[in-house]
C-alpha cells in the first residue's frame, strides 16, 4: 500500500487521509487510478478544514443558510458518489446564480429564470439534470433538517424543461444501423457507440471497463462497481461478439476502450460529425444507452427485466419506458384484433371443431 503525502493506494485506486478541525480521521477514495486526482481532493479536503468549510448540521442551525453553504456540504455528502465530478460542475453553475441567497428564500420563479439562463447554453436534458440536482439538494437538506418540508415540497414543483417522454430519444433501426456504419472512420467510437447500443451499460461503465469484466467465453460483461457491491452480468449478443472478439488489446493498457478515458472535446467533435454525416439530429452519445432500453421494451421485455439490465436501483428510474411498453400491447392487441376480424369475413376460412 504505496504511501506519499497523505495519499495512499488500494490496489489501483488511490486514496487521501486527512484530520478535521474536530480531530477526527477520515479516509476517502478518489475513485481514480491517477495520483494527481488524489492531491487534487486532498488540496481541497485540507483548504476546507483551514477556511472551516466543513460545516455540520449544528452550525448550520445556528446562522442563515444561504445556497452556496448547503450545496457544500451536500457536496461533502456525495463525494464517494460515482457522479461526483459531474455534480460538481453543475453545482458550480447552481451557486454561480443562486449563492448568497437564503436556501429558504427561493422561489419557483428563481429556479424559472435559471432555467431560461441555463437554456441559452446548453441543452433541455442539461438543465433539467441540474433541476434535478437542485431538488436533490433540498431533498437532502430536509432529512439533515435544515430546511422544512414545506420549502422542499415546493422546490420539487419546478417543471421540466421538456415533458419527461420528450426527453427520451432513442435511434430507429435504420439509424442504428446508420450510426455503427458511419463510425467505420473511428475504431474507438466505434467500439463505444457498439458497446452502448447493445448493452445499455453508462458511459462512465463502458470508459472503466477492463478486459477481466469481458468473459468472451461465457458471452458475458461484468459492470458496475463490484467493490460497492453494484455490479451486474450482461449478456453479449451477437451483433458485439463479433466485434469484441477482433479487437485489438492495448499492449500496456487492461481498458478495452484505451484510447478515450471519459467524453473528450475530441470525442464529442467525432461523434458530432458522424451524426451529421447520417443526418441524425437531436441525439447524444447518453442517448445511446436510452436507445438499448427503449428497444428492449418496444419487443415486450418487462420493465423490471429493463432495469436490472440498465443497473437501475429503483422502479421508478425505469419508468419513463412505460409508455414504449403501452404502444407495444397497444399493437399486439390490434393485431389480436386484426385477426378475429380476418377470421370472422367472409372467406376467413374459420374452422370448427370436428
Known sequence: MPRTNGTYRKGKIWWVSYRDIDGSDHHESSYSQELSDAIELLKFRQNSILEERLPDIKRLKDEVLTFDKAAERYLNFCIDQSGYVRKRGVIKQLTTHFGKLNIADIELTDIEEYQVKALASNSPQTCDHHVDVLKHIYSMCERWELVSVTVSSMVGLAEMCRPRHENLRYLQITEWLDLVEACVDYAQLQMLVRISLNTGMRLGEIFAL???????????????????????????????????????????????????????????E????????????????????HTFASHLALSGVPLDTVGILLGHTSRKMTARYVHLTSDYLAEAVRNLSNRVNGMSMPGGGEQTAA
Open 210 to 268: 477492463t478486459w477481466d469484466c469481458v468473459d468472451l467465453d461465457r458471452k458475458v460483461i461484468v459492470a458496475g462497481n463490484q467493490e460497492r457491491g453494484r455490479s451486474r452480468v450482461i449478456p453479449i449478443g451477437d451483433d458485439l461478439y463479433g466485434p469484441l472478439t477482433r479487437w485489438p488489446k492495448h499492449i500496456k493498457s487492461e481498458y478495452v476502450l484505451w484510447g478515450f478515458r471519459g467524453v473528450t472535446p475530441r470525442l464529442k
Open 270 to 289: 467525432q461523434f458530432d460529425q458522424v451524426l451529421a454525416k447520417c443526418g441524425i439530429s437531436d441525439f447524444t452519445l447518453y442517448d445511446l444507452r
